[in-house]
């Protein structure tokens, strides 16, 4: 057994292990009901529209305590789910990334949800079935991109003297020495193969270290990173805000860096739903995309920044200091270590420059770095996996209907070559060419 699977780090929730929780569905209020169903079912609990208006005015949608979830927490804090006749819809906590695999899994008739607020590579995962609980597919589309940036890799306070910053290997001596004495430190993520992971493999690798034996990279819930890094178990983590913030103003460590530096304008996480779901209400879905649009526009404007981070600082939503999520929020970074930037360019964004809507070149990337580490299998045809569970046209479908300015709908499914910080390049007409060129991987 490997030193880090000795290690005792602090969870709340599950990572790996199948428990009780993920036999359980949600409440607003985050209470668990049991329930007896424990196979993927569609709603049987939905509520019937009439006329015109949407096939069912209920769905029941996940979120993780993590600012980029904000578009579905105004949607229904505003009452925007309410304006599209979607009425019933519940927008309910979960305590991990593994906890919302399991709950999208049962579906809401099994006790579960029917979407969420999820990390872009999951819903490709549950489509292959490769993350399931069963082990079998469970289909889902993408609907819309929830933001872009905003999520930041931060390092323990006691390597501060190292600098360390967009170059990891100043790190480099520290993880080896670790190894040649016979431990493994570790660095977090949130969920593996998800983006978190994916920002932490490539900014390790880009600096010579390899995340697979150089080091460990471990599974975290994003509500406990801080509190892991206060008692040590960890020497960095990648999460989205509110967290790399708090661990600054609570003077445990310090941000190395935002992850638009990383990749300017990067994806992140996914407003998603299951396959079955969508095909059986149509209308609800895209009353429901609609809803999140509006709310992703709303988030955008800086004078409801603030209003914003008040309600989504609220116990029954984040449960964190409003001053953990304000600052980030509206592009001041404090990155812990001297360095304070106002008006970043590369802060968090839901609506513009094209942030919410879903290209398909950028799904692309995550299904090639996701085979770079053995996730999925090598021979996946990923461009048919994208337009599988990618649906860009409901989305073009939601923003004509608001009546999105037409310059603010993307005509190309691509958003052509992307350009990381290290300089590589990933054309997404030619995955193969990226991966080939990439020296640190398991493929």
Excluded at 22 to 43: A, F, V
Excluded at 288 to 302: F, G, I, R, T
């Amino acid at each position: 057994m490997s030193q880090v699977s000795r290690r005792k780090f602090i969870y709340t929730a599950g990572i790996t292990a199948v428990g009780s929780a993920i036999l359980h569905g949600c409440t607003s209020g985050g209470n668990q009901q049991p329930t007896t169903e424990t196979t993927p079912t569609t709603p049987t609990n939905t509520t019937p529209a009439t006329g015109d208006g949407p096939e069912v005015t209920t769905a029941k949608l996940g979120f993780i305590a993590l600012t980029d979830s904000a578009p579905l927490i105004i949607a229904k804090e505003k009452g925007f789910f309410d304006k599209y006749g979607m009425t019933g819809v519940e927008v309910l906590k979960q305590a991990s990334w593994p906890v919302t695999r399991d709950n999208i899994e049962l579906g809401s008739g099994g006790g579960g949800i029917d979407g969420a607020h999820i990390l872009t590579p999951m819903p490709y995962q549950m489509t292959l079935g490769t993350i399931t609980k069963t082990k079998q597919p469970v289909p889902m589309y993408i609907l819309a991109r929830l933001n872009t940036n905003g999520q930041g890799i931060s390092v323990a306070d006691k390597y501060k003297d190292l600098k360390v910053g967009l170059d990891s290997s100043a790190m480099k001596d520290t993880f080896a020495k670790a190894k040649a004495d016979g431990k493994q430190l570790s660095c977090a993520m949130t969920f593996p193969g998800g983006t978190h992971d994916l920002w932490m493999r490539y900014w390790l690798a880009a600096g010579g270290i390899n995340p697979d034996t150089d080091v460990s990279v471990v599974p975290v819930p994003p509500p406990q990173m801080v509190a892991n890094m206060k008692v040590g178990n960890m020497e960095a983590f990648c999460v989205g805000e509110p967290w790399n913030a708090q661990l600054v103003n609570q003077k445990i460590g310090f941000t190395a860096l935002v992850t638009g530096e990383l990749w300017k304008d990067h994806p992140e996480k996914a407003f998603s739903l299951r396959k079955d779901w969508v095909d059986a209400n149509p209308k609800a879905a895209k009353a429901l995309l609609m809803a999140v649009l509006e709310a992703q526009q709303w988030c955008d404007q800086p004078e409801n920044v603030e209003e914003m981070c008040q309600i989504v600082s609220q116990d029954k939503w984040f449960k964190v200091p409003f001053e953990d999520i304000i600052g980030r929020s509206k592009g001041t970074i404090d990155f812990g270590n001297g360095r304070v930037e106002e008006n970043f360019p590369q802060a968090m964004k839901f609506w513009r420059d094209n942030a919410s809507y879903p290209f398909k070149s950028h799904d692309l990337w995550f299904l090639t770095e996701n085979i770079r580490w053995g996730y999925i299998p090598a021979d996946t045809d990923t461009k048919a996996l994208v337009e599988q569970v990618n649906r860009e046209d409901l989305w073009k479908e939601a923003a004509k209907e608001l009546k999105v300015a037409d310059a603010q709908i993307p005509a190309n499914s691509s958003r052509g070559v992307e350009t990381f910080f290290d300089g590589t390049k990933f054309d997404p007409e030619n995955p193969k060419a990226y991966l080939d060129g990439l020296k640190i991987k398991k493929a």
